[in-house]
């Protein structure tokens, strides 16, 4: 069962049904775009300015792509473009083919990011970070103490969705019948804990992105936790195939 907001369930879905699983649809969160204001403006003007570009999920590389489109008739030169995934660097490249883009090899978490060599020596440079409201800092404040100077642009935000009463009861027969369920966020485990009956958090198999949301699902209350290497497409999958495999 896949929680993800409902403009990224398309491809998963796709993706995953191609391996044999069966896919429902019950997104936990909306994206919604923040209206732009003057720093907005003045940070995209200026983007040449900046050694690099780190963009942490797909909808942050969909609104760069319309900032690049809207104030750069051809991309600035010289800088490096990282995002957090296969999926986030897919959304951009579909936009600007020409980029060089660059994403960790191997996980998607900002850990995996701050691994990269252009993350590495970054004293005295100047650094963007494009995401949605809230969610953890823990890129930003690194990239500071290695000597950054870094500005992050908050574009979005993330919404919880309140169920139906149709959708729960569907929730609990998913889940009676042997259902994983995708979890990729902090905001949406909560919005899923929140919602559901106590049996359920006792049937359930979670599928989580980080041992950060493990430990937090299992203060939740959930027991049968089964945990990806990130947050991405490929290492659900390899996850879900995994499991398949041992049982």
């Known amino acids: 069962m896949l929680t993800k907001p409902a403009d990224q369930q398309q491809r998963w879905t796709a993706a995953l049904r191609a391996e044999g699983w069966t896919v429902h649809s019950l997104p936990l969160l909306t994206l919604q775009d ?3 204001s003057a720093q907005m403006r003045a940070t995209w003007q200026d983007l040449d300015q900046f050694a690099g570009v780190i ?29 957090s995934g296969s999926g986030t660097r897919r959304v951009l490249a579909q936009h600007w083919p020409e980029l060089s883009i660059k994403a960790p090899t ?73 259902a994983i369920i995708q979890v990729s966020s902090a905001l949406a485990l909560q919005s899923l804990t929140s919602q559901v009956a106590v049996v359920t958090k006792h049937k359930a198999r979670l599928l989580t992105s ?38």
């Not at 909808?59 to 900032?67: G, I, L, M, S």
């Not at 809230?134 to 930003?140: P, V």
């Not at 290695?146 to 027969?173: C, F, I, N």
């Open 55 to 83: 963009m942490i999920s797909p909808r942050a590389a969909e609104c760069t792509a319309r900032a690049l489109d809207r104030w750069w008739p051809q991309p600035p030169v010289g800088l490096h473009w990282l995002c």
């Open 106 to 178: 191997r996980g998607n978490r900002a850990e995996d990011i701050l691994d990269l060599p252009e993350t590495r020596e970054v004293a005295e440079q100047k650094w963007l970070l494009v995401a949605g409201e809230g969610g953890r800092t823990l890129l930003q404040d690194t990239l500071s103490e290695r000597g950054a100077r870094v500005t992050r642009l908050s574009l979005y935000q993330r919404q919880p969705v309140r169920l139906t009463s149709d959708e729960l009861q569907a929730l609990t027969t998913w889940v009676s019948a042997g």
């Open 34 to 36: 923040l209206p732009e």
């Open 210 to 247: 980080s041992p950060r949301l493990t430990a937090l699902a299992r203060e939740q209350g959930w027991e049968q936790i089964l945990q990806a290497d990130g947050a991405s497409l490929e290492a659900t999958a390899a996850t879900l195939a995994d499991h398949r495999t041992l049982k």
